[in-house]
């Protein structure tokens, strides 16, 4: 049996790993989209290493487009099989492959129109809103802590793993040579003690690991400051400067936590009474389908929903919709708070926000999240004085803060704590994925000083046997 590694593979998105099984069946872990890596990124998603139509069944870990975005294009170029998740991210992979085909057929027509007027070719989208529409009905959801058969010879259960509504930890058992072999693949691991979601699941003992790494060097704030954190940002920013707050947040996860959040300030009679806007359609569509799903939610949530029925709503809260909407915010002199779309400031209305809010010092931009260093939020974060926004220069007078806290993705305690039940001695193959080199070198240095014996950081395309 081999395995190869065709993204997130020394970066953080684009998480795409391949079994090839001895009889020549292949299974895709993950089908992720590269976000964020500058002029590569397109090209980068061009190139599979490998055929689609070739595979003969997906496993997906989360919704989250890094590791589900490039799933309509396999599907466009062959691939036949299905693919297996948990209801709930089912759910949400619907909802994001279709926005991820709107942006990008959005973007590639603005492309082509400059392009055009140039003479330079045209692109064409990786994918459009039809090609996301059908490969709905190739999903197969399954419940956690059950096996269940993707392939002949070949199990598969999920675990619980923490990091968004429906992320899992994926478990093989594959009969190779006569015996089991197990192989674990974390997806993305999330925090013991999130506010809204359970703590990542134990596991057995495997056989080979792959593992994130995302922030394999660091260790978070404790989760509960952030609450505290968001509060004085707010009270800096609308009540003492008067001025608007703009916090970029990914649509799935980190949203409804900050809605928590404020909830629970608000429930605490702490809340500052301005106004509160959600200004993206994907955000609020997400924020519907995430109160479906209260069976996945932690204890205390459970709790605070015995007397508060929607924890994600209260007062001074609104969800804009129409562009027209979203353009008034511009004229609004009152303070506000302004949660929008995307996390990284790349894409979406956020972007707007800032480029409308970053020359005037009474105002915050606020990231609550991981950032690649070439987006908009990572050159932010980085401290850059001017940064170019649709092609306009703009000097950056807005504090910029980020709560580093509001992690999705464990740090490395986490991560170890995530390890704790397995014996490092019996673990014969460990792969470092979903995090920046440097990160990786120290990660792997703390694991082989826990025992953990071969472990390796592949490259994009690295291809190894392993059993
Ligand atoms: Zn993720």
């Known amino acids: 049996m081999k395995i190869s590694f065709h993204g997130a593979a020394r970066t953080v998105t684009g998480s795409k790993h391949l079994l090839t099984l001895s009889n020549g069946k292949k299974i895709l872990l993950d089908c992720g989209l590269f976000q964020g890596m ?4 397109d090209a980068m998603n061009r190139t599979w290493g490998f055929d689609p ?18 799933i309509p294009k396999l599907v466009k170029e062959g691939f036949a099989g299905r693919i297996y998740c948990t209801d709930a991210t089912e759910a949400l992979t619907n909802l994001l492959l279709e926005d991820s085909a709107e942006i990008q057929e959005n973007d ?43 392939l002949e010879g070949v199990e598969c259960m999920f675990t619980d793993a923490g990091h968004i ?7 093989l058992r594959i009969q190779e040579k006569g015996r089991p072999y197990r192989l674990t693949f974390s997806g993305d691991v999330g925090r013991y003690r999130d506010v809204i979601l359970r703590s990542p699941a134990p596991f057995d003992q495997a ?29 800096h920013t609308c009540i003492e400067k008067g ?32 106004d509160y806007f959600v200004d993206s359609p994907l955000s609020t569509d997400i924020t519907s389908v995430i109160k479906r799903f209260p069976k996945y939610f932690n204890k205390t949530i459970q709790k605070v929903m015995q007397t508060d029925d929607d924890p994600f709503q209260f007062r001074g809260l609104h969800f804009t919709k129409t562009v027209d909407e979203s353009k008034m915010l511009n004229y609004r002199d009152a303070p506000c708070v302004i949660i929008s779309a995307s996390g990284m400031a790349e894409a979406g209305r956020v972007k707007h926000h800032i480029s409308n ?14 950032c690649e260093p070439h987006s908009l939020g990572g050159r932010l974060m980085a401290g850059e004085k001017e940064v170019g926004i649709y092609g306009v220069r703009h000097e950056v007078h807005a504090e910029v803060g980020s709560i580093r806290s509001m992690s999705a993705h464990g740090d490395y305690e986490d991560l170890m704590q995530w390890l704790h039940g397995q014996d490092p001695r019996s673990v014969q193959k460990f792969f470092l994925v979903h995090g920046e080199y440097e990160v990786q070198q120290e990660l792997k240095r703390r694991l082989v000083s826990k025992g953990f014996l071969d472990v390796t950081i592949p490259e994009r395309h690295f ?5």
Not at 53 to 62: G, Y
């Open 38 to 41: 500058g002029r590569d990124t």
């Open 53 to 70: 139509a070739t595979v003969d069944a997906l496993v997906l870990s989360h919704a989250h487009i890094d590791h589900s975005g490039l």
């Open 108 to 150: 590639v027509r603005a492309h082509n129109k400059s392009s055009k007027a140039q003479g330079r070719p045209l692109l064409e989208p990786l994918y459009t809103v039809d090609d996301a529409k059908s490969c709905l009905g190739r999903f197969e959801a399954r419940p956690y802590n059950e096996w269940f058969t993707v």
């Open 165 to 171: 509504l429906g992320s899992a930890c994926v478990h």
């Open 207 to 235: 056989d080979c690991i792959i593992m994130e790494s995302t922030y394999g060097d660091k260790l978070h704030e404790n989760v509960s400051t952030s609450f505290d954190q968001l509060l004085q940002w707010i009270t």
């Open 243 to 274: 001025g608007k707050l703009i916090v970029p947040a990914f649509s799935l996860g980190r949203t409804q936590e900050i809605l928590y959040a404020l909830n629970q300030l608000e429930l605490e009679r702490r809340l500052p009474a301005v």
């Open 357 to 370: 809010n970053i020359e005037n010092s009474r105002n915050t931009i606020l990231m609550t999240g991981y």
């Open 463 to 467: 291809e190894i046997g392993i059993a």
